[in-house]
């Protein structure tokens, strides 16, 4: 069964200190893995797509990076601003042409100044 | 840039009503999804269409119907709401090899 874990549930960080969340997934060939962002009260905005082992994406203060069994979300110095959830999802193979996403329970980043 | 609208912030009915919860978006997308959101069990997919007045079940689509009549719009139906449909409902967009998009939600409360 295809299946997306997320750790740690919640993190507490304080501004400046650089820290990775880690994505797990199983699915049985990779089409893709995504990380969004939510801020409480909003759907989630999309920050990167990985396709292949080795893959890495950068944005201001945060890099995705992505393994053949895991992906990590690095941040690096965080501010307040960062605070939010952070969900990670896979698409499998078989689901190319609908786009079907299998979603992780979430990070819950507080970052205090 | 895409939007995804979905009619309604909040919304508060009460138990055996039927519910029509809206969502449209202006990209011309093919696909369109229904996610539910509760605390500590993620975002988990009612049901999603891959073209007008086509559809297919999620993970969770019981109590729950979909109408896609139209391209951009994608509306998803509580038959009979019961409290246990209390929760916040996601709707995305996606075409191609895009990232699936998504509006800001539903807060639906089931009294």
């Not at chain 2, 449209?24 to 988990?44: A, C, I, K, S, T």
Request: proline letters at 4%; one cysteine or more.
């Amino acid at each position: 069964e295809d299946q997306v874990t997320q750790s740690p549930e919640a993190l507490r960080l304080q501004e400046g200190e650089s820290s990775s969340l880690n994505c797990s997934y199983t699915v049985s060939g990779l089409r893709g893995l995504f990380w969004y962002r939510q801020d409480p009260g909003k759907g989630p905005e999309f920050l990167f797509t990985l396709y292949s082992a080795g893959e890495e994406k950068e944005k201001e203060r945060l890099k995705a990076t992505l393994t053949k069994k895991e992906s990590f979300l690095h941040i690096t110095a965080p501010k307040p601003e960062d605070s939010a959830t952070y969900l990670c999802a896979v698409q499998a193979q078989g689901s190319s042409n609908t786009g079907k996403l299998i979603f992780g329970q979430g990070t819950t980043l507080q970052v205090k100044p | 840039d895409v939007k995804v609208t979905q009619s309604s912030r909040y919304l508060v009915k009460r138990t055996g009503e039927k519910v029509f919860l809206e969502c449209v978006q202006d990209m011309d997308h093919e696909n369109m999804f229904w996610y539910r959101q509760d605390p500590g069990l993620g975002l988990r997919l009612i049901y999603f269409s891959y073209d007008v007045k086509m559809k297919e079940k999620g993970d969770i689509p019981e109590g729950y119907s979909v109408s896609r009549e139209k391209k951009e719009r994608f509306s998803l139906i509580l038959e009979s709401a019961s409290t246990n449909q209390t929760s916040m409902y996601l709707c995305a967009s996606k075409d191609s090899n895009l990232p699936q998009h998504f509006g800001d939600g539903t807060r639906l409360s089931i009294l």
